[in-house]
């Protein structure tokens, strides 16, 4: 069976970093896309970026780009979503998702949130 | 910047059909976008229910449609249920590996 468990809930302050993780299992982690998805309070889904690891290559969406780093360790089936300097508008759930057929998502994460607070 | 417009709300009664619609501000919607459609109860995280326009993921049942009408995707339901309630979103590849979602559409059964 397909999973992919992400990290816990982070309480953090405007100016911190922060790297959350999102760990697949029940299939070959390397060789599959996985995406990263934002949902801020009481709004819709947002596509973020995309990370193969097998080769790292990563895809950001221009809205994105810059703001956010994706990354991956396939020894440890791992992909990761990180800040350098946290804004209060960074408060959010993230979704990390497997992505097959080269355009869609199948398998979801549970979620990470993400409390940007002073 | 690519808009993907959805209905913000619809509703529908017990043992009725719907059909949500996934539309581009500008242009028109093919397969070649490779719609998708995942839904989202409150709390939960999301799930997909069909893919490359019309394709049901497993455990998804026929009642779920999925179909390109005129110049926009289209999520059709047929015989609603209780359990239909749920925020709806499409997402469309855009090439070069970017994808984007739709707004979202929250259905109301009653």
């Known amino acids: 069976e397909v999973q992919l468990v992400q990290s816990g809930a982070e309480v953090k302050k405007p100016g911190e970093s922060l790297k959350i993780s999102c760990k697949g299992s029940g299939y070959f982690f390397a060789n599959y896309w996985i995406g990263w998805v934002r949902q801020m309070p009481g709004k819709g889904l947002e596509w973020m970026g995309i990370i193969y690891p097998g080769d790292s290559d990563t895809t950001y969406s221009p809205s994105f780009q810059g703001q956010v780093t994706i990354s991956a360790d396939k020894s440890i089936s791992t992909a990761y979503l990180q800040w350098s300097s946290l804004k209060a508008s960074d408060t959010a759930m993230y979704y990390c998702a497997r992505r097959v057929g080269g355009y869609n998502f199948d398998s979801w994460g549970q979620g990470t949130l993400v409390t940007v607070s002073s | 910047q690519t808009v993907v417009t959805q209905e913000p709300s619809f509703s529908v009664s017990p043992g009725g059909t719907v059909t949500l619609t996934c539309g581009l501000r500008s242009g028109s919607i093919s397969t070649d976008y490779h719609p998708t459609w995942y839904h989202q109860t409150p709390g939960q995280a999301p799930r997909t229910l069909l893919y490359?326009?019309?394709t049901r993921s497993s455990g998804v049942p026929d009642r779920f449609s999925g179909s390109i009408l005129g110049n926009k995707a289209a999520l059709t339901i047929t015989g609603a249920q209780a359990d239909d309630e749920s925020d709806y979103y499409c997402g469309l590849h855009l090439g070069s590996g970017i994808s984007v979602f739709g707004g979202g559409t929250r259905l109301t059964v009653l």
């Open positions: 490359s326009t019309s």
